[in-house]
């Protein structure tokens, strides 16, 4: 018993210590952390820095929700199966246990999955985002930190000689300012705008604010975002394929290019809160390196059709949502918000609604695993489906 307490005394100060601030950098011995929660490896637990095999480790930060990540995780299920003897890649997901069960399910695999719902491990590492992983050599070392779309064979081979790989991954950057606003807006200011750079340590998103904010459909906030992205928002562009470039599309989109990357504020009186995507259009051209302009071509869309139909009608008329790999929820939501915002950013192509359905409901789908299949099953599952169909359509066309 005595052995057990210890054991389990020194596991939550390291997670302890961990919470604090440590973070694993290549070069580093991995911490005496054993990976918990694993499904399909021959334990429940396993330490990297006790393994007794002369192989090295890939941990592969992942999630069922996450699109990128599936085909990642196809590779590495082929590259697996021919290096068997030289690696293993385990597989660390913030998934609950049956998410990862049921992707078993659907693609047998010798990875081994790992379900890490706190995140510690990830958080360990700094990550900017999933889709990256940690190579540990068999002495428990991290000896490369790389975006997992980089690894393949000659990767492999390098790590198995011993030759040195190059760290690509994307870390977290140090916050350089806590200020709960960043642009330093308060109740009292009745109209603002701001533009800026890159700001350092802060991650790229994009702010709407809600019904219960004073700034509701008067604000509108970017944080490291491309001028792309700006654009899009500010002409309620929908999908990939409704962008057009007169000019080399990395003008416009390159997150790697930090000199590209804006951040802005925009408030507007309260008199005007049905102009503010009307006053952003018009104040983007006079401030940014590029321009661009409507058009309406002719191009494959998803008609979002009613098959039954059957969520709740909403107490709302207006809308609150939110969606994550995981599916969508909303309260007050149209069917046309549903396609424009959820669906239009899933597929491949737009998504425009043709239900004939004009009331606000309160909309869940639940996404087992986030490919195409699992979100068609999601919408099945609440009556809808999609039709493709050849429609004329606004496009976002950038030039100088």
Not at 168 to 188: I, R, Y
Not at 222 to 234: C, D, G, H, K
Not at 245 to 256: F, H, R, T
Request: aromatic share 10%; proline share 4%.
């Amino acid at each position: 018993m005595k052995t057990v307490f210890f054991y389990f005394f020194l596991l939550t100060l390291s997670i302890r210590v961990a919470a604090q601030g440590l973070q694993i950098k290549n070069g580093d011995q991995f911490p005496n952390i054993p990976i918990q929660n694993l499904l399909n490896a021959p334990t429940k637990s396993f330490s990297l820095t006790n393994k007794g095999e002369n192989k090295f480790y890939i941990l592969n930060f992942w999630g069922t929700w996450c699109s990128p990540c599936i085909p990642e995780m196809d590779n590495l299920a082929k590259l697996q199966n021919k290096n068997m003897s030289k690696m293993q890649v385990i597989a660390i997901a913030d998934d609950e246990p049956n998410r990862l069960l049921n992707y078993l399910k659907k693609k047998p695999s010798k990875l081994w999955l790992a379900s890490d719902t706190s995140a510690t491990l990830y958080q360990l590492f700094g990550f900017a985002y999933v889709g990256q992983s940690a190579v540990v050599n068999a002495k428990g070392k991290v000896i490369a930190l790389v975006k997992t779309d980089s690894i393949n064979q000659a990767m492999i081979d390098q790590l198995a000689k011993g030759i040195t790989v190059k760290s690509t991954a994307e870390l977290k950057e140090k916050p350089v300012s806590n200020q709960e606003d960043l642009f330093a807006v308060d109740s009292t200011v009745q109209e603002s705008f701001s533009i800026r750079s890159y700001m350092i340590g802060q991650q790229a998103m994009s702010k709407r604010y809600s019904l219960n904010s004073i700034y509701n459909n008067r604000r509108i906030t970017f944080i490291n975002s491309t001028i792309l992205s700006i654009y899009r928002q500010a002409y309620h562009i929908v999908s990939p394929q409704q962008i057009a470039y007169e000019i080399p599309e990395k003008e416009v989109s390159d997150y790697n290019n930090k000199q590209s990357l804006y951040c802005l504020d925009l408030l507007i009186k309260p008199n005007s809160k049905d102009s503010l995507y009307q006053i952003l259009q018009q104040k983007l051209p006079l401030l940014m390196p590029v321009k661009a302009r409507i058009e309406f071509r002719e191009m494959p869309v998803y008609a979002l059709v009613n098959k039954g139909f059957h969520q709740e009608e909403s107490a709302k008329t207006a809308l609150s949502y939110s969606f994550s790999g995981k599916g969508y929820e909303s309260e007050g939501a149209s069917l046309e918000e549903f396609a424009n915002d959820y669906l239009s950013n899933e597929f491949e192509l737009p998504v425009v609604d043709e239900t004939g359905l004009t009331k606000r409901y309160d909309i869940k789908t639940n996404v087992i695993l986030r490919d195409r299949n699992g979100i068609l099953k999601s919408i099945h599952d609440i009556g809808l489906d999609l039709v493709k169909k050849t429609k004329a359509m606004k496009v976002l066309v950038f030039y100088k």
